[in-house]
Every structure is written in structure tokens, then in C-alpha cells.
């Protein structure tokens, strides 16, 4: 069953990890996809070369999303592509790790911007773009467990996910009339790029591990399903929800 047959698909920092799965993924539903990313050129020239071998159409816009003007530049550009905007992913995101009482201000400043600001400017970038095309839309942001449970050298992260899945739920307030929903991914531990360090630390694996009831950490393909439902028919009559995805590990309290 083709999920998104001939609808177009933009999904942020898209060059790796859960952005790339989801890319593909779309594109194996039948979607024309565009992806945004930070510096990964060749990462990201190989996510285009993936979709286009599934016989879907792709491009790779290069941008900053903690910068406004990317968010104006990756909707125009990926309207000038494949004429319209019918789902938005955003997922672009940082987590560096670090101590809470010496966190520097420019971590701190940075992971607000990338994560948070730039889930705002993106999404409201992309939804002015389906208000005008006037047949509604889906936004999915990849959100975290993290919005949910803290992190002790996250605690500059996971305030930006925090306000990204509330941001979903205001937004599906605000565009609900415009038959736009807006829902949310919590993704788990997931082995990418943003906890590769994290999680060479054995011992912290291993206890991230035997927390999820499922019996593995996550895998960027873990995600691909629950955000193309969210993003699908199929979730018609759901908006402002955030669907967690973590093997069972927020419930395992014991
Ligand atoms: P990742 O590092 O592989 O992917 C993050 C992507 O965002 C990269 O492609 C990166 O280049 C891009 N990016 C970073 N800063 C950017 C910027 N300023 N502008 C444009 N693109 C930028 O890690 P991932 O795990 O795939 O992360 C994707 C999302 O999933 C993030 O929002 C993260 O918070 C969220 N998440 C991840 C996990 C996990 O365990 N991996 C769990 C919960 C949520
Ligand atoms: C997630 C969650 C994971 C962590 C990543 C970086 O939101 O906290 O455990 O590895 O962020």
C-alpha cells in the first residue's frame, strides 16, 4: 500500500540518521521528496540518489535552519521543484551533550536555535505555503521521549523538545481550520550521529539498552513508519498528538 502516492514530502536535515530514513521512506510510498541539510553534501547527494532509484523525484537544499531565511528558501525552492508543499517533517536537530552548571552560553543559545527556533520558522514556513494552496497538509515533527523525561547533560535539549511537541499541539489548534494537522514523533535512543560519542561510553549503552522492554535502542528506520502514518491518510482524524516510539522504554519505570 503506496502511503503517500504523488504527494511531495520536505523533510529537514535529511542528510543522515532519522531524516534520511524518513526521506526514503516517503519516497518508497511514492512521494516526490526535497531535503534540507546543514554541510553533509555527500550525504546528502546519496539520499537523492536513493529516492531517484526508487523512480521519485528529489533535490537537496543546503541551509542553516536556526537562520529564518532557510525555512522562506527550502518551501520556495522545493515549490519551484515539484509545485507544492503536502507534508512537512521536521526533524532537523543537535543534542551536545554537556553539565548543567557550566553549560556555555553558546551551547546553550545554539541548541535553542537549530532546534527550536528553527522548528518554528520552518513549520510556519511551510504551513503559509499550504494555507495558500488551500487542500490542507500534515506536519510531523520529531520531537523526543525527551520532551517527556529529563537528561542530565541535556538540559538545554530537551526544552527544545519540550516546546517542539508543544509547538505541534498549538499549531494543530491554529491550522486545524485549514485542514492542516500537526502531530509528533518521540523517538527513543535511536543509534545516529547525535549520540554516536554518547553512547560509546559502554556502560551508559548498555543501561539505555536494558531499559527498553523491546530489548534494542532504536534504528533510524524505526521512525520511517510512524511518521508516514502521521503524514498519511490514514491519520485523517489525528492532529495535535505526539506518538512515542522508544520499544516501550518510557513506561518501563519497573
Ligand atoms: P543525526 O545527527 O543523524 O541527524 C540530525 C540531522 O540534523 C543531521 O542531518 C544534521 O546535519 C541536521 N542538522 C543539524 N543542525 C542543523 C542545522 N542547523 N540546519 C540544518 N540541519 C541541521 O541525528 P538523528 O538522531 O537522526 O536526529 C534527528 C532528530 O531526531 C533530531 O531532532 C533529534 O533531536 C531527534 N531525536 C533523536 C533521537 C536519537 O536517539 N537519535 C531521539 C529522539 C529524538
Ligand atoms: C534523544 C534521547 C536519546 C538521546 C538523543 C540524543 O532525545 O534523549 O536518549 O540519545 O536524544
Known amino acids: 500500500m503506496m502511503l503517500l ?19 526514503i521512506g516517503a519516497a518508497r510510498h511514492g512521494a516526490d521528496v526535497a531535503i534540507n541539510f546543514a554541510r553533509d553534501q555527500a550525504g546528502a547527494d546519496d539520499v537523492v540518489a536513493a529516492i531517484e532509484a526508487l523512480g521519485r523525484r528529489a533535490i537537496a537544499v543546503q541551509g542553516d535552519v536556526a537562520d529564518p531565511e532557510t525555512a522562506r528558501d527550502f518551501i520556495a525552492k522545493a515549490v519551484d521543484a515539484f509545485g507544492r508543499t503536502d507534508v512537512f517533517v521536521n526533524n532537523a536537530g543537535i543534542c551536545p551533550f554537556h553539565a548543567f552548571l557550566d553549560m556555555p552560553v553558546e551551547t546553550f543559545e545554539r541548541t535553542m536555535r537549530v532546534n ?36 542530565e547533560f541535556q538540559t538545554h535539549y530537551t526544552p527544545t523538545k519540550a516546546g517542539v511537541h508543544s509547538l505541534m499541539q498549538s499549531a494543530a489548534i491554529a491550522l486545524g481550520r485549514h485542514g ?14 547525535i549520540n554516536k560519542d554518547d553512547l560509546a561510553d559502554a556502560d551508559k549503552r548498555a543501561r539505555m539498552a536494558a531499559r527498553v522492554p523491546l530489548g534494542r535502542l532504536g534504528e533510524p528506520d524505526d521512525l520511517a513508519g510512524p511518521i508516514i502514518f502521521l503524514a498519511s491518510d490514514l491519520a485523517r482524524y489525528v492532529t495535535g498528538a505526539a506518538l512515542l516510539v522508544d520499544g516501550g522504554a518510557f513506561v518501563n519505570l519497573q
Open 116 to 151: 527550536l527556533h528553527g522548528a518554528y520558522f520552518m513549520v510556519q514556513a511551510a504551513a503559509n505555503q499550504m494555507v495558500q494552496q488551500g487542500d490542507g497538509g500534515a506536519i510531523v515533527a520529531v520531537s523526543s521521549i525527551s520532551a517527556l523525561v529529563g537528561g
Open 180 to 193: 492542516i494537522r500537526c502531530n509528533s514523533v518521540l523517538p527513543g535512543t535511536i543509534l545516529t550521529d
Open 5 to 23: 502516492d504523488g504527494k511531495v514530502v520536505l523533510v529537514t536535515g535529511a542528510s543522515a540518521g532519522i531524516g534520511r530514513a524518513a526521506a
